[in-house]
């Protein structure tokens, strides 16, 4: 006799082969909670994310501020996408910390020339990115 199947929007019911909207949903919501305590057990846990953005708001690069906590710097924006208030702090630090002008913001000179970190120029370059991968 086979064993009982788990119940319907739960991680188990996901894991033995229901792709179900609530399975999946389930699924979804473990995956992002395991992520946030990876982040909170890391470097990049509470002190290190206040230490980055107290850096970049002394004016330290992104890229020098996560290597002084002991991260990369795609790391710090891994975790702007797992952690919305971390992200909302990134951005208004970054955006106290910007290098260009009216002028340059959100385009190449800004961002490559520049070296601005404000979400403007890095918008910009995410789409460059995602243009330059599509041809």
């Known amino acids: 006799m086979p064993p009982p199947q788990p119940a319907h929007g739960t991680t188990n019911r996901w894991r033995r082969g229901c792709h179900c ?8 919501a473990d995956l992002a909670a395991r992520r946030r305590r990876l982040l909170d057990a890391g470097p990049l846990g509470p002190k290190g994310r206040t230490r980055l953005i107290r850096l970049i708001r002394r004016g330290t690069t992104v890229v020098d501020a996560a290597r002084a906590v002991g991260v990369s710097a795609p790391a710090v924006y891994g975790a702007a996408e797992i952690l ?7 951005d208004e630090a970054t955006e106290a910390a910007r290098r260009c002008d009216d002028q340059s913001r959100g385009t190449a000179k800004g961002y490559r020339w520049l070296r601005c970190p404000c ?17």
């Open 84 to 90: 919305p208030d971390f992200r909302a702090a990134l």
């Open 119 to 135: 979400p403007d120029c890095r918008a910009y370059h995410r789409e460059e990115t995602r243009r330059y991968r599509q041809t």
């Open 21 to 28: 909207r609530p399975c999946g949903d389930a699924h979804n």
